[in-house]
């Protein structure tokens, strides 16, 4: 059975600075992983996705995320963080029937 | 594409009550997802439906809940009787397949 670990439940960061936040997961197969974001009182947003090919990803609003099989993470990252980025991160992995085990999330804060 | 649709957007109701929560999956995904979201417990997924059919449904927590797909356009979840520990935020999402798109939530509160 495949699981996530987002290994930060809360993490603050400086407007105008970087972001990463981390993820790993535990599959026995070729993994299908997954990034969404959830701002307060919404529904949960696909970030971006990873399937084959090349292991740097981009995804929507400025962000990327890196898969690296060695180490079974799939790190989130973003350049330069905004106010607008404050919410809570899933990661997610899943299998090719398209069910996915989302990580407990980890909550950004954003200070001014 | 008007995204997953769920409704109704919010669901006050006393315990004891029976709750009935829809969801129109988008359009040509044929997998359909539920999931229920608490502070305490976080993001679970409830049962999923593949072309209609229910695949897997361990995570429903008891006989009070129940699920639907009638056809690959609606699905249900029914609470009969709702408790107030089932109070939470209901997402239901849809798959193409791989990527799950999920609904803006429906929330419950039992009283």
């Known amino acids: 059975a495949q699981s996530v670990t987002q290994p930060d439940i809360h993490i603050t960061v400086s407007e105008g600075a970087s972001l990463e936040l981390r993820c790993n997961y535990s599959?026995?197969?070729?993994?299908?992983l997954f990034w969404y974001v959830q701002s307060p009182g919404q529904g949960l947003q696909l970030l971006l996705k990873?399937?084959?090919?090349?292991?740097l990803v981009q995804g929507i609003k400025g962000f990327e995320a890196e898969f690296k099989r060695s180490q079974s993470s799939f790190n989130l990252r973003k350049p330069s963080v905004h106010w607008s980025d404050a919410a809570e991160y899933f990661c997610?992995?899943?299998?090719?029937?398209?069910?996915?085990?989302f990580g407990d999330g980890t909550t950004l804060t954003v200070k001014p | 594409d008007a995204g997953v649709i769920q409704s109704p957007r919010h669901e006050v109701t006393e315990m004891g009550q029976e709750v009935t929560l829809r969801c129109k999956p988008i359009?040509?995904?044929?997998?359909l997802f539920w999931y229920r979201q608490t502070m305490m417990r976080g993001l679970e997924l409830l049962i999923y439906?593949?072309?209609?059919?229910?695949?897997?449904d361990s995570g429903m927590p008891e006989d009070r809940f129940s699920a639907k797909m009638p056809n690959a356009s609606f699905s249900t979840l029914k609470i009969q009787p709702s408790e107030p520990r089932d109070s939470a935020v209901y997402f239901c999402?849809?798959?193409?397949?791989?990527?799950?798109?999920f609904g803006p939530g429906t929330r419950l509160t039992v009283t």
């Open positions: 997610a992995v899943g299998t090719n029937a398209g069910k996915s085990t």
């Open positions: 990873y399937f084959s090919g090349d292991t």
């Open positions: 359009s040509g995904h044929n997998s």
């Open positions: 439906f593949n072309n209609n059919v229910p695949i897997d």
């Open positions: 999402a849809s798959s193409s397949p791989l990527e799950q798109y």
């Open positions: 599959y026995g197969a070729t993994p299908y």
